[in-house]
């Protein structure tokens, strides 16, 4: 996985803070990372950047911190992995839209993202049925790239819709099958794999 990776661009879906892909990007090596959410937490998004050391790798609206500011940690090895942040609209539209503006960043490795990450954004009872547009932007960057990895975190809760989500993603044309690749029981933590044509097996032993 680590080898595959450090080639690889990753997408990230209502990314929030953007833990999950800072840490692709600073500590598994991922050669290029997008965070997307909402466009009201963008602001958020880039402090959080600025504030993990993420100034340096290409986030385009954070600025250099002062040089004497102080600092408790330990400043990250250098780096020449790319992170940003972009807003983007749940839908098929929203996803061309987005590959078609980063394709200079994409284009020495595939047309489309390798990589396509979600975490917790499937909880009816608090986010209603939005996974439906989750599932048509997995279909859409299946579509693009059959061979992308989409990965999708959950935790399982008492009506959460997720069985749903995967029953409505399995069903796509282009998604060959959606399959439990890893499983913490104790804590109820489920992470599902949407295949597409070919597609690689990202949790392998």
Same mark, same amino acid.
């Given at each position: 996985p680590s080898q595959l990776l450090a080639e690889s661009s990753l997408l990230e879906l209502g990314c929030g803070l953007g833990v999950p892909g800072m840490i692709a990007s600073k500590y598994l090596g &991922?050669?290029?990372? /997008?965070?997307t959410d909402q466009e009201s937490i963008m602001s958020q998004l880039t402090k959080n950047l600025q504030t993990? @050391?993420?100034?340096c790798c290409?986030? #385009?609206n954070v600025e250099e911190e002062?040089? @004497?500011? #102080?600092t408790t940690t330990t400043p990250p090895p250098p780096t020449n992995n790319m992170i940003q942040a972009a807003p983007l609209d749940w839908s098929r539209e929203g996803v061309q839209s987005l590959v078609k503006d980063k394709q200079s960043f994409l284009s020495n490795h595939s047309s489309s993202f390798d990589i396509v990450l979600n975490c @917790? $954004? !499937?909880y009816e009872p608090l986010y209603g049925k939005s996974?439906? /547009? /989750?599932v048509e932007v997995l279909e859409e960057c299946l579509r693009q790239n059959p061979h992308c990895i $989409? /990965? &999708?975190?959950v935790e399982r809760r008492v009506a959460d819709? !997720?069985?749903d989500f995967c029953h409505m993603l399995s069903s796509s044309p282009v998604v060959s099958k959606v399959e439990c690749v890893w499983e913490d029981v104790p804590y109820k933590i489920q992470i599902y794999q949407a295949f597409g044509i070919n597609s690689r097996l990202l949790l392998e032993s």
């Open positions: &991922t050669k290029y990372v /997008l965070l993990n @050391d993420f100034q290409g986030h #385009p002062e040089e @004497d500011s #102080p @917790d $954004c !499937i996974w439906k /547009l /989750l $989409c /990965l &999708t975190s819709g !997720i069985d």
